[in-house]
């Protein structure tokens, strides 16, 4: 039955295919010990071996050198004391510094363990011989990209790229005025406060950018319209376009809509002719400010702006 669970879960089931993996080695472990007449639970093994291999130790030097937390391996060391295989030198006032050690009946497993340790080691490059794919090379791999990129991150990255597939870039219509207006004053009122510009703008679109050779652009997830941004012709002899009334709604963050917004209007902007485009934004912004300098938006030095909420200026040059 787990196998066919396995198979219609797929990937999803990573986790647990891997637990009941682990399960049936913990399984097979405890019949080597008992088969061996060794009196060893092998979630002890790590810390026996420590031990074995490098005398005294502390409970925070093997929990370090195994990977584990130190509680878990004070229950070890607790659980192995009472069975008279670990001896402790505790240093009077001071718990941190109590050494952990094998006791005499401890060290009297290590041939055993050792004699073990060969046969289990031969019997598993056994089965990798037999094996198609090496269990444990494939171990180290995954374990190391990982650790470049956890599988949290990968999925977070595929969960964006399918969503992204649902937002659809479109031209800015009657239709989308009050989206327009009602996602940029969301932001404004939550951060700052609406000024006369922002209520020109907002209002009558189609008058303060649209009819002076601006643009808006609408991103529509769903065909909802969650996301809006416009391209606002300068009166500017350095600067031809100004990137502004930028607004994602909260619900549709991290959807890669703000990216996807920004470098349709910088496409935009560089089919309109432009060479520089311009911004000002607030350093409070911080997702917003560091979205414009990946795009390669660059501070510029203070100009007057219309807004009093504007502390920084941008400008991006275009290909």
Same mark, same amino acid.
């Given at each position: 039955?787990?196998? =066919?669970?396995?198979?219609?879960?797929?990937?999803m089931a990573l986790g647990s295919?891997? #637990?009941?993996?682990?399960?049936?080695?913990?399984?097979?472990?405890?019949?080597?010990?008992?088969?061996?007449? =060794?009196?060893? &639970? /092998?979630?002890?093994? /790590?810390?026996?071996?420590?031990?074995?291999?490098?005398?005294?130790?502390?409970?925070?030097?093997?929990?370090?050198?195994?990977?584990?937390?130190?509680?878990?391996?004070?229950?070890?060391?607790?659980?192995?004391?009472?069975?008279?295989?670990?001896?402790?030198?505790?240093?009077?006032?001071?718990? #941190?510094?109590?050494?952990?050690?094998?006791? /005499?009946?401890?060290?009297?497993?290590?041939?055993?363990?050792?004699?073990?340790?060969?046969?289990?080691?031969?019997?598993?490059?056994?089965?990798?011989?037999?094996?198609?794919?090496?269990?444990?090379?494939?171990?180290?791999?995954?374990?190391?990209?990982?650790?470049?990129?956890?599988?949290?991150?990968?999925?977070?990255?595929?969960?964006?790229?399918?969503?992204?597939?649902?937002? #659809?870039?479109a031209d800015y219509t009657p239709?989308?005025?009050?989206?327009?207006?009602?996602?940029?004053?969301?932001?404004?009122?939550?951060?700052?406060?609406?000024?006369?510009?922002?209520? #020109?703008?907002?209002?009558?679109?189609?008058?303060?950018?649209?009819?002076?050779?601006?643009?808006?652009?609408?991103?529509?997830?769903?065909?909802?319209?969650?996301?809006?941004?416009?391209?606002?012709?300068?009166?500017?002899?350095?600067?031809?376009?100004?990137?502004?009334?930028?607004?994602?709604?909260?619900?549709?963050?991290?959807?890669?809509?703000?990216?996807?917004?920004?470098?349709?209007?910088?496409?935009?902007?560089?089919?309109?002719?432009?060479?520089?485009?311009?911004?000002?934004?607030?350093?409070?912004?911080?997702?917003? =400010?560091?979205?414009?300098? &990946?795009?390669?938006?660059?501070? =510029?030095?203070?100009?007057?702006?219309?807004?009093?909420?504007?502390?920084?200026?941008?400008?991006?040059?275009?290909?």
């Amino acid at each position: 039955m787990e196998k =066919i669970f396995y198979a219609r879960t797929g990937k999803m089931a990573l986790g647990s295919r891997l #637990r009941t993996l682990s399960s049936l080695f913990t399984e097979e472990a405890e019949k080597i010990y008992t088969q061996n007449h =060794i009196p060893l &639970k /092998p979630k002890w093994f /790590p810390v026996f071996y420590m031990l074995s291999q490098n005398g005294e130790q502390t409970i925070t030097q093997i929990a370090i050198a195994i990977g584990h937390s130190q509680p878990s391996v004070s229950r070890i060391v607790r659980e192995m004391t009472a069975k008279g295989l670990l001896t402790e030198n505790k240093k009077p006032g001071d718990k #941190r510094q109590t050494r952990i050690a094998l006791s /005499p009946k401890g060290r009297a497993l290590v041939p055993l363990i050792t004699d073990q340790c060969t046969d289990v080691t031969n019997a598993v490059e056994e089965l990798t011989r037999e094996a198609v794919h090496n269990l444990w090379e494939a171990i180290d791999e995954w374990e190391f990209l990982l650790e470049q990129k956890s599988l949290s991150r990968r999925v977070l990255e595929q969960q964006r790229q399918r969503e992204s597939s649902y937002i #659809r870039i479109a031209d800015y219509t009657p239709e989308y005025q009050s989206a327009f207006r009602s996602l940029n004053e969301a932001w404004i009122s939550r951060y700052f406060e609406m000024e006369a510009a922002d209520k #020109r703008a907002l209002t009558n679109p189609r008058k303060y950018i649209l009819d002076k050779g601006g643009c808006i652009l609408v991103a529509l997830y769903k065909d909802a319209p969650v996301g809006v941004c416009a391209l606002i012709k300068m009166n500017d002899p350095e600067y031809d376009y100004e990137m502004a009334k930028m607004a994602v709604a909260p619900a549709a963050q991290g959807k890669n809509i703000g990216k996807l917004l920004a470098g349709a209007i910088i496409n935009r902007a560089k089919k309109m002719g432009a060479s520089r485009l311009y911004l000002e934004s607030n350093t409070r912004l911080k997702p917003a =400010i560091s979205l414009y300098y &990946k795009l390669g938006f660059k501070k =510029i030095n203070n100009r007057p702006s219309p807004y009093k909420r504007a502390n920084i200026q941008m400008a991006l040059e275009l290909e």
